[in-house]
């Protein structure tokens, strides 16, 4: 986790900031439609602890999850990886949704990481 580029950890950030927004307007609109918001809460709360974990080891910025919350976000962040990959196989080179898609497959990947070095 320590030789990754500032460049990285950056976009690594601004990728879950990214998708925790979008998350968040999904959810309000679910909520608005009356719609079942399980699912959505759930990987909200993964990604922002998967933000809180890689703030806390590149910033030392504290949080407050304990090791069980860590395993479940791990575990739900780590099933989000197979339709990322899929997306990103689909999409066409260059393409800007290729870089976003790229990135976030990364950030998740090294949020991962650091939740199994916790």
Not at 68 to 94: C, F, H, M, W
Request: charged residues 25%; aromatic residues 6%; hydrophobic residues 35%.
């Amino acid at each position: 986790m320590n030789s990754v580029t500032e460049t990285i950890k950056t976009e690594s950030i601004q990728s879950f900031q990214s998708t925790i927004g979008k998350m968040e307007k999904g959810l309000a609109q679910m909520k608005e439609k009356g719609a079942n918001t399980t699912l959505i809460e759930k990987r909200l709360h993964a990604m922002r602890i998967g933000l809180a974990v890689l703030e806390n080891v590149w910033y030392r910025q504290s949080h407050s999850y304990g090791q069980e919350a860590l395993t479940k976000a791990r575990d739900v962040l780590r099933g989000l990886i197979p339709s990322l990959e899929k997306a990103y196989a689909n999409s066409k080179t260059g393409s800007p949704q290729r870089t976003l898609l790229e990135r976030r497959l990364k950030s998740l990947e090294l949020a991962i990481q650091a939740m199994d070095e916790y």
